[in-house]
């Protein structure tokens, strides 16, 4: 009886030439597959128009015993015909299909037929359009035989092959039978199947496709015995697709046949493979096949050993079975979604839309699809995807499923909720609000839908869950909101909400997407107006009413633009000025408000007036961010669709305004608008939701940019004269920061020159800096602006330096000096500063009357290589004949006067009359103007016992400020002894807050200095005073709150180890005065440098500092007493510092113990450095505590509460996990009862910290 996977004659006929050899080919493959023939050895080719030397398909070198006559032993080549024209039962027909037109002869035969000839191979022709009787295939075969003689061959293998016997070769294949029939549904063929439009879709294999598609196909391939393949996965993650490219090599696609459970169970195919005298070879993929049909497919297949393999799809789990193989389909990473989304949506901002496909590709290509087709629409609904998703293989009319979305849909409301353990009240709070709409989804039936959605993978998480993919998630959330949200009343609703759970938060969270929904947006609408939960402002002033509004804002833009036109824009500067709480998200959500064309200005106008009222100090406040708004950001970073002549009179109102405050932000905006080179930009602000991405503005010209920056720019210039204050300086500022980029706009060099040169000739501007622009532009910009702008550059800087001697004077001592004098355009140092100093040096004392034009000046911090120019002129001063006009001139000026003059022509004197210098130094001492100078003067020219006293006096007169031996360093290096002691004393009786800190600067100078990589000290330090400059720091500092010791604590742990190196019967005593000071929690020995000379004292006399430190640690247990047990427990959070009990001798500590074992027992398990060790000679003390004293409950949990003093990075469960398994590890080895007893208490607690640390992480998205 003829069946669906019967051939028919008429089904062979209708093929045309591609389609038979096509057909052929695919029936060669599944032959060889069945008959354990390599696919190497056949060949077919697609080009049936070119000349195929009379063989269109060959099998090559096939060994082995063949049994049905396709494929024969050897080599076999196949001439395929189609249509009823070709009757090889004709001698006329063979003679040209052999021939052609030509003489009957070896050389006229084809090259491919003659190469199998040759081979002893086999010739067959096969008649797709012919049914041939016996006589007429006789007649044909004897045809082929008598021409191949009389061309030489004495025995040729030939046959014929027609309809009937390629009926009978396409039996055990029904898939290539259905691909014969063009049959459709309910069974198809690899091909069919492939052509289904979800099939059709890019597929885009992940990393591990490779691995998991080849195990697939091995199992496929195995020979000895039926197989059956399981896959399962969720909804939506292409196990489908990988099936079909798995199946997809040609060995094994013309054995496979597709269809879904409910088809096959309604069919007869499984009653045809298992008749007995069925033969079929085919690989049955079943998609939609639950538990109890995969069971009920598998029991009838399961006996066809091993002509017959199933591969089983669904999308829940199940219980395993031991003769099934289980595969997994390929994880896609993100870059795997990515490059699906960028098939449909190359320009597409792919890393935001890939987060909402999460791991699915069928998500990805919606995504896609609707990028490219509905932009305003991503969550567009693609081939019932949600609903496919959402009821599995269920009925989606059914009661059952009804009840499903209508739970997830309320769970969508929320980012995420707490379901097990200490957060399941936020799951009974949304039972019972579901419950109150649909009584029979009782908390019973809301634990079977969950558990039903978690094994699907749609809700995910363990004890806090959320809906996956996004997409899923915020589609769920729209409907509900587009059915229920008329009704919606946020009050009721929220009193269900558990008080203290952040499920309030999540469901705010969630409005960021209300644009995509009618009903939605109607609700933000009325939360965000007169009558909502806003409407009194204090809302906006908490923490929890802040995120929701910043999620509103998201939604509905305009909106929350209008409630804070009603609100804040009506705010006294004090009210918000006093505005924290709240703060933050405000300019976060005006900064989103303002990306829009139409709501910019008002948005604007209300930053503006936050930023008047600033209470923030970093860089996205309200100013900053209103300052960012006028970024033109060309490049695709503008912050706004506004155009920027759109946005200037915001720009312009600020800059006019009465408010210093405002016109501070105006003019910061001004810079940021006038930038040109280092744009950058965070992009949240333009990715709101699901709405579509702004329109950022883009020039469509150069010109239109050039207008831009003009705009501001003159709008600068105009307002320049009429700034008050310091604000012209800032403007200036301005003009010459962004002159370089600017100046490169073609149009707009002239204007940028013209204003340099302007503001150059203005009193308060400093023509050093406008000089150092210039020079910088025409040295690094001369590549990227025109020969005319860079001549008009040039003749600028030429003017402002001037050819005079004067303006010599001004470019090479004043503050004029050029980047071009010190560096050449390649970069390298060219210094030509010094030179020139000489040379001017030599003609002001050859003519004095220039010296003397510009001596005044030359004497202030205007002239900033005047130290050099002194020196040079006390060279060609050999006779000092300037020194009194130097310092008569010194004494009259007071307005920024500087020494460096003078400090440098008094080198030249110490150097050439030693005497000399100090009798000028002397004389200054008693001129009541000049002696402040002295110390100074005198650390820059040169040094002397004589001097350093003179020094002294002077700070004792309370002329030199104490701040001054700071920078003495040098100075002090070759001082006498007992005058460095003088000052020493001096010093340590100053109650200055820097003198401490000076001392040991000075110390380490005078003693140490050469003591750089030398263990030998070269000067021997007093042993008093040095022990009393350490103790005095320690002393001076004792009240210090808070002090970053930094060098401080460099030099003292310097002098401490050369003192003890000097001085090692002080140890001790340097120890108590240590231990002393430990009762400051920012004293400078408890860490650093400075406690490892403490640590190196108690390493090298450990029982005698342990006597010591007992004194300090009896009850009651104060700071001092805390400060040092955490030093001896190794004081550091992180495992990283050495606790010093551990050196200490233990016989000592049980000793201190025993004396009052009540108290100290639990104590020292206080403190006890927390490690647990095994290692020959060491003790661990944390488990010795514990073998003495472990059987006193307070002792264990003081040891408890020592060990749970830690800190680390990352996630805390895998760092309690790591703890709790190198304690259990520990207790393998253990045989004390107290230690295994502790270990299991602490244990017990890790593995409550580790649950509930993953129960936070998970709140907290990790």
């Known amino acids: 009886m003829d069946t669906i996977f019967t051939a028919k004659k008429e089904e062979l006929e209708r093929l045309n030439p591609n389609e038979a050899v096509d057909f052929f080919r695919k029936l060669l493959w599944a032959e060889a597959r069945r008959s354990g023939v390599p696919l190497s050895k056949i060949r077919v080719s697609h080009r049936i128009n070119v000349a195929d030397g009379g063989i269109d398909a060959s099998v090559d070198d096939c060994d082995g015993l063949l049994d049905n006559g396709l494929i024969m032993p050897g080599h076999t080549g196949y001439q395929i015909k189609v249509g009823h024209s070709f009757k090889p039962w004709k001698r006329s027909q063979i003679q040209k299909e052999l021939f052609r037109d030509k003489e009957v002869s070896r050389e006229n035969l084809g090259e491919s037929i003659k190469d199998k000839l040759d081979k002893n191979g086999t010739y067959v022709i096969v008649c797709f359009g012919q049914d041939l009787v016996e006589g007429e295939h006789i007649k044909a075969r004897d045809f082929l035989i008598e021409y191949f003689k009389i061309c030489g061959y004495t025995e040729p293998k030939v046959n014929v092959l027609s309809q009937n016997q390629l009926i009978g070769f396409l039996e055990p294949f029904p898939s290539l039978v259905l691909e014969l029939k063009r049959y459709t549904l309910p069974f198809q063929s690899h091909e069919e199947w492939s052509n289904n439009g979800d099939m059709k879709t890019p597929y885009i294999p992940s990393a591990d496709y490779e691995e998991k598609a080849a195990s697939i196909q091995q199992t496929l391939r195995s020979n000895d015995k039926a197989k059956h393949i399981r896959i399962i996965a969720e909804s939506g993650t292409g196990k489908t697709r990988f099936v079909l490219e798995a199946t997809r090599p040609k060995d094994i696609a013309p054995l496979v046949i597709y269809t879904r459970a409910d088809e096959l169970k309604s069919s007869s195919l499984l009653n045809q493979i298992n008749k007995r005298d069925n033969s079929f070879n085919l690989i049955l993929v079943v998609d939609e096949c639950s538990q109890q049909d995969r069971i009920f497919f598998w029991n009838k297949l399961k006996n066809q050993e091993c002509r017959v393999k199933i591969i089983t799809i669904y999308n829940q789990p199940e219980s395993l079975e031991y003769d099934i193989n289980y595969a997994d389909i390929p994880n896609l990473t993100t870059e795997d979604i990515q490059k699906i989304i960028l098939r449909y949506a190359p320009d597409s901002n792919v890393e935001r839309w890939a987060e909402f496909a999460g791991s699915s590709p069928k998500f990805a290509h919606m995504i896609g699809i609707n990028l490219k087709l509905y932009p305003d629409d991503i969550l567009r609904p693609f081939e019932g995807i949600y609903d496919r998703i959402v009821a599995g293989y269920d009925d989606p009319n059914s009661e059952e499923v009804k009840r499903k979305k209508r739970v997830l849909s309320y769970i969508a409301l929320f980012k995420r909720f707490g379901y097990k353990n200490s957060v399941d009240l936020e799951a009974k709070a949304i039972a019972k609000i579901i419950e109150k709409g649909y009584s029979d989804i009782t908390w019973a039936r809301f634990q079977e839908i969950i558990r039903e959605l978690q094994k699907r993978k749609i809700l995910q998480g363990v004890s806090t869950l959320y809906i996956t993919p996004a997409a899923l998630h915020i589609r769920m959330w729209t409907e509900w909101w587009d059915i229920y949200g008329n009704s919606f009343n946020l009050a009721e609703f929220l009193a269900d909400i558990p008080e203290n759970s952040p499920l309030q938060a999540w469901f705010y969270e969630m409005f960021v997407y209300a644009a995509q929904s009618e009903g939605a947006s109607i609700v933000v609408g009325k939360l965000l107006g007169e009558e909502g939960p806003f409407r009194d402002d204090n ?405 002397s016992d004589r001097a350093a006293l003179r020094t002294l006096s002077l700070a004792k007169k309370g002329v030199v400020n104490v701040t001054q031996f700071g920078v003495m360093n040098g100075f002090v290096q070759k001082m006498s002894e007992d005058i460095f002691v003088q000052w020493i004393e001096f010093l340590l009786n100053s109650s200055h807050e820097d003198s401490a800190s000076i001392i040991l600067s000075l110390y380490n100078s005078h003693y140490l200095h050469k003591d750089f990589n030398r263990q030998e000290i070269p000067y021997l330090m007093p042993e008093n005073l040095t022990f009393r400059i350490l103790t005095h720091y320690l002393d001076f500092h004792e009240n210090t709150v808070s002090k970053d010791y930094g060098t401080d604590d460099y030099l003292w742990s310097k002098i401490g180890k050369a003192f003890l190196q000097l001085y090692p019967e002080q140890s001790l005593r340097l120890v108590d005065e240590m231990l002393k000071h430990f009762n400051n929690f920012s004293s400078i020995v408890r860490g650093g440098e400075t406690q490892n000379i403490l640590n190196y004292i108690t390493r090298k006399y450990s029982q005698d500092v342990w006597q010591l430190v007992t004194k300090y640690l009896d009850y009651p247990i104060n700071s001092q007493a805390f400060h040092i047990s955490q030093w001896l427990r190794g004081n550091d959070l992180f495992p990283a510092a050495q606790g010093m009990l551990t050196v200490m001798p233990p016989e000592k500590i049980w000793e201190w113990v025993n004396e009052d074992v009540d108290t100290r027992a639990q104590y020292l398990a206080s403190f006890v450095p927390k490690t647990l060790f095994r290692e020959e000679g060491q003790i661990c003390l944390a488990r010795e505590v514990l073998v003495r004293y472990g059987e006193r409950e307070d002792v264990r949990n003081s040891l408890i509460s020592n060990f749970s003093t830690e800190g680390w990075t990352g996630l805390a469960s895998l760092y309690y996990q790591e703890s709790r398994e190198r304690l259990l590890d520990f207790k393998q080895g253990e045989n004390n009862e107290n230690v295994k007893r502790w270990i299991d208490d602490y244990a017990f607690i890790l593995e409550k910290s580790i649950e509930q640390a993953k129960i936070d992480e998970e709140r907290m998205g990790f």
């Open 539 to 943: 809302y906006l002033k908490t923490k929890l009413g802040a995120h929701f509004f910043f999620a509103l804002t998201q939604a509905d833009p305009t909106s929350a633009l209008q409630y804070l036109k009603r609100t804040i824009a009506r705010w006294s500067k004090e009210e918000l000025l006093q505005f924290t709480t709240g703060r933050r998200e405000v300019v976060g959500a005006l900064e989103r408000i303002a990306v829009w064309r139409e709501l910019f200005l008002d948005a604007a106008r209300l930053l503006l007036l936050l930023g008047e009222a600033e209470n923030e100090k970093w860089a996205n406040n309200a100013s900053g961010v209103f300052a960012n708004l006028f970024s033109f950001g060309y490049r695709g970073l503008s912050p706004t669709e506004a155009p920027p002549l759109e946005r200037l009179p915001v720009l312009r109102e600020a800059l006019n305004s009465e408010s210093k405050e405002r016109r501070a932000i105006a003019i910061l905006a001004c810079n940021e608008a006038l930038e040109s080179r280092d744009l950058m930009r965070f992009v949240g602000a333009k990715y709101q939701g699901l709405r579509r991405e702004p329109d950022l503005w883009k020039p469509k010209t150069y010109g239109e940019l050039g207008d831009a920056y003009r705009e501001v720019w003159q709008l600068l210039r105009e307002r320049l004269d009429t700034l008050p204050d310091d604000e012209p300086t800032k403007v200036v500022d301005i003009f010459l920061e962004q002159a370089r980029g600017v100046g490169q706009i073609p149009d707009l060099a002239d204007m940028v020159i013209d204003t340099v040169s302007e503001v150059a000739q203005k009193p308060y501007v400093d023509g050093g800096k406008v000089l150092q622009t210039i020079d910088r532009i025409i040295l690094y910009a001369s590549k990227e602006i025109s020969p005319k702008i860079q001549q008009r550059w040039e003749q600028l800087k030429e003017q402002l330096i001037g050819n005079d001697f004067h303006s010599m004077m001004k470019r090479y001592i004043g503050t004029l000096s050029l980047f071009t004098d010190e560096i050449d355009e390649d970069g390298n140092r060219v210094n030509q500063v010094p030179l020139k100093i000489k040379e001017l040096a030599q003609q002001c004392f050859l003519n004095q009357s220039l010296l003397e034009a510009d001596l005044n000046w030359l004497m202030t911090n205007k002239a900033k290589n005047a130290y050099l120019f002194g020196y040079e002129l006390g060279q060609n001063d050999q006779e000092f004949t300037l020194l009194q006009k130097l310092i008569d001139t010194q004494r009259t000026v007071t307005l920024n006067a500087s020494i460096d003059l003078l400090s440098g022509y008094f080198r030249f004197l110490f150097e050439e009359n030693i005497e000399a210098w100090e009798n000028q130094l002397d004389a200054l001492f008693e001129d009541e103007d000049l002696e402040v100078w002295i110390a100074e003067l005198t650390r820059r020219s040169g040094q």
